[in-house]
């Protein structure tokens, strides 16, 4: 079946530096997702990337779908405290929504 | 390790048939686990939590008669979605956390509900 791999498990920044984590998938995807989680909170969906070698830009966010749609990244420029949490990615297929095992986050002040 | 099986991955059930959907964590104790209902391109919307041995709690908004939730032991937690109607059609996902795991989520591959 499936599978969606998310690396690092757990990254440690200082405030200020930026922070990346990467999803591959075992199998080509039609869309893939991302969510943060915040401590004490449950997933709240980020974005969706649907097309090939897609990049999408949320303020310090940078999300990108790779050219064989069987991997993905979200990186993070300058963290800052507010991003703490736990960071999913979710891929989609055939009715089946995978998700990858998420990146905690620690943001160090 | 920490491997959450939700089962089936696809059903296709008739108006007014109950359907049960399980999550079942293979290699640790969960105590807790959640349910989660999904539109296509919107975001997981929380139903209800469940903790071994104990009621339910549920997301204001969800009926607890219509989505019954049974946690009866620290590996197993089940939803059933009772006289499905069409608008039921959704994708359900589970998601556990691992005692002594802190809050780290691990999720089921979710299920597609199809109601005729």
């Known amino acids: ?108 002040p | 390790g920490a491997v959450v099986s939700q089962h089936p991955s696809r059903v296709i059930c008739k108006s007014g048939t109950s359907v049960k959907i399980e999550c079942r964590s293979l290699d640790f104790q969960a105590t807790t686990m959640f349910w989660y209902r999904q539109f296509p391109k919107q975001s997981l919307m929380l139903m209800a939590t469940s903790n071994e041995g104990s009621k339910a709690t549920y997301e204001q908004g969800v009926e607890k008669d219509k989505f019954l939730i049974n946690h009866a032991s620290l590996t197993l937690s089940t939803l059933t979605v009772t006289s499905a109607h069409p608008e039921d059609s959704s994708f359900y996902i589970c998601s556990a956390t691992q005692l002594g795991a802190g809050e780290k989520l691990f999720f089921g591959s979710g299920t597609q509900l199809s109601v005729l």
């Open chain 1, 1 to 108: 079946g499936q599978q969606v791999m998310q690396i690092p498990q757990y990254q440690h920044v200082q405030e200020g530096e930026d922070f990346t984590t990467y999803c591959n998938s075992s199998t080509t995807l039609s869309n893939i997702q991302w969510y943060k989680q915040r401590p004490g909170g449950h997933p709240v969906f980020l974005i969706q990337l649907v097309k090939s070698g897609e990049v999408k830009k949320q303020k310090r966010l940078t999300f990108q779908f790779g050219e064989a749609k069987k991997n993905s990244s979200l990186h993070i420029t300058a963290t800052q405290t507010t991003d703490v949490g736990t960071y999913f990615c979710a891929g989609g297929g055939s009715y089946q929504l995978t998700f990858g095992k998420g990146t905690k986050l620690s943001v160090i």
